[in-house]
């Protein structure tokens, strides 16, 4: 952690706040079942991050763009840290643009954060609020990616992949998503297979 944190000068973005869009699935269950962790109502937080920019880190370490099949940077946490898939908790943001910012039906996707632009916040994290983080918040580092639910970002932070395609992690694909209103958990899952 200290070794990253004197090889790249900290980031201060002005504040956080993260927010999990499940926070109200305790109710929304009661209602029809859904899938993924039971949360209540209080899965928000705003906190002063600091930490290495992404985008030094990935040029630091000479990570290949788009044009050479780095389309996604893939995020993992610790091994056996949850019960289904491979018992790991990982995301994936777009290492490019995400849209063709020349085209007007997809205006309100031109400002998706991708890993590269220097101008995105996106942290590799290790203070917050000025302390070193501890371990509820994901000692020693975790991803913080502003403009991303919550549940995009990785605590306990174990690995950082370059790849062509998004994440296939478990949780990526089966509990962080939005779904039609007409999808319930049993079709969810035949068309996940």
């Not at 999990?20 to 009661?30: D, F, I, T």
């Not at 007007?104 to 632009?117: E, G, H, P, T």
Request: charged letters at 20%; aromatic letters at 8%; one cysteine or more.
């Amino acid at each position: 952690m200290g070794a990253m944190a004197n090889r790249a000068p900290d980031h201060e973005p002005p504040f956080v706040t993260l927010i999990n869009p499940a926070r109200r699935r305790k109710e929304e269950n009661m209602h029809k079942k859904s899938i993924g962790f039971n949360w209540g109502p209080c899965a928000v937080s705003t906190s002063y991050w600091t930490g290495v920019k992404l985008s030094d880190l990935l040029k630091h370490v000479g990570a290949k763009g788009p044009k050479e099949g780095g389309k996604h940077v893939c995020f993992v946490g610790p091994q056996g840290e949850l019960p289904a898939g491979d018992g790991t908790y990982g995301t994936s943001m777009p290492m490019g643009k995400a849209m063709d910012p020349a085209n007007d039906v997809l205006i309100a996707y031109k400002q998706m954060v991708n890993a590269m632009d220097p101008a995105n916040d996106v942290l590799i994290a290790y203070k917050q609020n000025g302390r070193w983080l501890n371990v509820d918040h994901g000692f020693p580092v975790r991803t913080i990616i502003p403009g991303y639910i919550g549940g995009r970002t990785i605590k306990w932070l174990c690995t950082i992949k370059v790849q062509e395609q998004e994440s296939s992690n478990h949780y990526h694909y089966m509990d962080n998503r939005v779904l039609p209103s007409h999808v319930d958990q049993e079709l969810a899952n035949k068309e996940g297979e």
